[in-house]
């Protein structure tokens, strides 16, 4: 070690400097809860995130944030980090089912509650409560739905699947839903084409454009997401089969999670059926447990969304559901 | 300003004042339970990092690490998971799947060596390409050998010991980390080969003159380098309790950062085991406040990124005084 005094005293300037960081705000309300997600990679998750914080604040709560970016281990850690900050409760939405156990076991021992949100975790004997969409199960409804549509308007079909990232249990869960369906309708839809998304617009695009080549009478399109809406509309605008329901050239197209461009797009006319998680559902069953808990009950370990499927057909009568719906009615007074 | 560029201790010094900076806002950074976590935190990523260190000595890269690490991971998983594992249930099951994450580690790191060494193509583009081809051979497998897709967990607890358990207190992690950084340490300072690593990276048309065998000497770094990492992945599947594809997906940076930052040149030719760990010491200690103080994961990459950055900027400086006769 060489250091004099006054390099000494230098590098610790430029260190303090580099530390004089905002600090989190200390809590001030009767209970902290930690909001931790992988990743903010669609607006279901960003709006999630502000129904989460806003309910929060309504019951006089505090709320500290973290995300992983999609790393199971560094999230692990985080909660580690937020038991060391004495948090009341954690919301967690983790990236893989299995590698989040021990972030369970962590909580556990801490005695914090941690509720699983919208992505439960693989079966195990610790203690935990999840929220879950029933993906599978909204997704075989809502292709069912567009089978459906199919079958009315006659004709042969050829589909393109779009999946997401398949290291996520959910579009796991979406791809099977929609196989499930496709596979009892061979007959009437062949799968062309599978694009593997994981998440990514940019890979959407790329998957989506090499998969129109290939197959240019493709006449059905399953999307696991709406984040992935604006890409498959672009796609299809310079493939030239951008046609609304009705007019030649139209690609059957279903959406899945029930945001503002699946209302949009349902509302115009491109979009046919969209599966709906009901969001604002959720956030209610996650506090809601978090107070029973703290009351001394227990809650059912798992609380199931069950989502419906809104097609054009039923939009008018159920989009007050449709949390997409409140976010684009928000954006376009 | 020399003496402070070339300190072997300036990472460890900035380590201890960047925590004395941030623990007025979250004091919670010294409590002993947070302190155990860094250190359970660093083992696995110092591995890994020291592997990355000797490729980067003989003036290469590895970006494949991380790929390696997540096809490790799901084949060791696959083979005694008690859901349908190849040998559920087997008492020899964790022993033939640490065996295998060995197997994947060598094979792959045989590949990129020879890829590199044999075919004169850059280490760059081979490791890119093994990547991009191991990430999705990893979720392809997956999907194959586990019902939902994502991750093959229901490993055995023999197996999962090796990530948190221990023996007289001592992880079993720290144990074989300690044994890796010595024995890395003793290879680069006592024996043969260790000089040809430094002999190579300097410069390899010198170092075949004086007749090392540059060739076999780059693939043995690569062969290192997978090693190493299919050991990290033996770690982080212990600690996370299953075999995931997208495993150590999101490290590369830290990975080569820390080895960076801990004063192993880019252009090959220096590095030091202790200078890695105070590097990966440095970033998990930076990591840990930052997620302690809550910010933002903008502002925790834009602050990681400055500092391996820097870190990056540093090593030029050093490279360019040195090759000045500093």
Known sequence: MSLDRRQFSLS???????????????????KTIALMFDAFDSDFWITGNTILKAKAKANGWTTLESISNRDQNKQNDQVKAMVERKVDGIIFIPTDNNAAIPAIRTANAANVPIVFFNRPPAPNDNKYIAIQADNRKIMQ????????????????????????????????????????????????????ARVATEWNTDKAFAGLTNALQANPDINLLVSPSDSQDAVIEQVLKTAGKWHKTGEEGHVLFSGFDGDQNGYRLLSTGYMDVNGVQNLFYEVDLAYGAFKDIWAGKQPAQMLIDPGFAISQAT??????????????????P | MRRVLFSDYLVLCLTLLYVAAI?????EILNPSNLTDIFLQV?????????LMLVLMVAQIDLSATSIMATASVVGASIMTSQ??????????????????????????????????????????????????????????????????????????AFLALGYGGVLGIPYAAIATAAIAVGVHLMLSRSLFGRWLFAVGLNPQAAAISGVPVRRVVIATFVLSGLLSAVAAIVYTGRLEAGTPILGQRILLDVIGAAVIGGVSLFGGSGKVSGVFFGVLFLSVVDNGLQLLGLSLSAVYAIKGGVILFAAVTDAVRHRVAARGG
């Open chain 2, 43 to 51: 083992l696995p990523l110092f591995i890994a990092a020291i592997g």
């Open chain 2, 23 to 27: 623990w007025p806002f979250v004091p």
């Open chain 1, 315 to 332: 939009l008018e009568a159920k989009r007050e559901d449709m949390w997409g719906y409140h976010v684009w009615k928000e954006k376009n």
């Open chain 1, 12 to 30: 610790l300037f430029a260190a303090a400097a580099a530390g004089a960081l905002p600090g989190a705000a200390r809590a001030e309300g009767e």
């Open chain 2, 84 to 157: 349908d594992g190849y040998l559920a249930g087997s008492a020899w099951a964790p022993l033939a799947a640490v065996a295998a994450f060995l197997a994947v580690g060598l094979a792959i790191g045989a590949l990129n060596g020879a890829c590199t060494a044999l075919f004169g193509m850059p280490s760059f583009l081979v490791t890119l390409t093994t990547m991009m081809f191991f990430s999705g051979a990893a979720i392809w497998y997956t999907a194959g050998h586990t019902s939902s897709g994502s991750s093959i967990g229901a490993l055995p607890p």
């Open chain 1, 141 to 192: 409804i809502t292709v069912q739905a567009l089978v459906d549509i199919a079958k009315k308007q006659g004709g042969k079909y050829k589909a393109c699947v779009l999946m997401g990232d398949l290291g996520d249990n959910n579009a796991v869960q979406r791809r099977d839903g929609a196989l499930d369906i496709l596979d009892q309708n061979k007959d009437l839809v062949e799968v062309v």
